[in-house]
Antibody
Framework: EVQLVESGGGLVQPGRSLRLSCAASGFTFDDYAMHWVRQAPGKGLEWVSGISWNSGSIGYADSVKGRFTISRDNAKNSLYLQMNSLRAEDTALYYC????????????????WGQGTMVTVSS | QSVLTQPPSASGTPGQRVTISCSGSSSNIGSNTVNWYQQLPGTAPKLLIYSNNQRPSGVPDRFSGSKSGTSASLAISGLQSEDEADYYCAAWDDSLNVVVFGGGTKLTVL
């Protein structure tokens, strides 16, 4: 079964750091680009970051650029999001998502999603 | 304010055909393909349409997508109660260098 399972969310104070993980199974992880998408409570979807299959191409939303770092470990079938200098506006459900394109990146078409991990930034 | 503009709500009765619009600009929809997502209450988004009009395996052909210029549309025919959900369009933006989403449309089946 194709599956993505996020972990690492929780309650954190403003200015602190958190590292999210996404464990992939059921498909050849290193054949696909991966992304993080977030959704604030009661709000719409916001793309956070994406990384190509070989980490050669990486992108970030302006709202997180310079604070968040995406990475992947193909040997461990895992995707990560290091979040530093967290702000209240980073409070959201963070989804890990797989790009639909084999060996490339569509930068927008995500065919497999995890259930998300909640990040709450509050003092 | 989302880069892609969608109507906040839409509605229809069972069996009807409804369309949801997504308006953008030359830097996103005008030069890149459009994708559509369905998000049922309390669940993760699901890819409905990619590359403007392609359906992933398992998505019923009641769902269809189209694009013209800087706008795109999602059409749902034979509306069913289980189609009640939030729908989002998405595309790459060449100027912003990010994936942009529409604000979402809440579809109500009356």
């Amino acid at each position: 079964e194709v599956q993505l399972v996020e972990s690492g969310g929780g309650l954190v104070q403003p200015g602190r750091s958190l590292r999210l993980s996404c464990a992939a199974s059921g498909f050849t992880f290193d054949d696909y680009a991966m992304h993080w998408v977030r959704q604030a409570p009661g709000k719409g979807l916001e793309w956070v970051s994406g990384i190509s299959w070989n980490s050669g191409s990486i992108g970030y939303a302006d709202s997180v650029k310079g604070r968040f770092t995406i990475s992947r470990d193909n040997a461990k079938n895992s995707l990560y999001l290091q979040m530093n200098s967290l702000r209240a506006e980073d409070t959201a459900l963070y989804y890990c998502a797989k790009d639909i394109k084999f060996g490339g990146t569509t930068w927008g078409a995500f065919d497999i999603w995890g259930q998300g991990t909640m990040v709450t930034v509050s003092s | 304010q989302s880069v892609l503009t969608q109507p906040p709500s839409a509605s229809g009765t069972p069996g009807q055909r409804v369309t949801i619009s997504c308006s953008g600009s030359s830097s996103n929809i005008g030069s890149n393909t459009v994708n559509w997502y369905q998000q049922l209450p309390g669940t993760a988004p699901k890819l409905l349409i990619y590359s403007n009009n392609q359906r992933p395996s398992g998505v019923p052909d009641r769902f269809s997508g189209s694009k013209s210029g800087t706008s795109a549309s999602l059409a749902i025919s034979g509306l069913q109660s289980e189609d009640e959900a939030d729908y989002y369009c998405a595309a790459w933006d060449d100027s912003l260098n990010v994936v942009v989403f529409g604000g979402g449309t809440k579809l109500t089946v009356l």
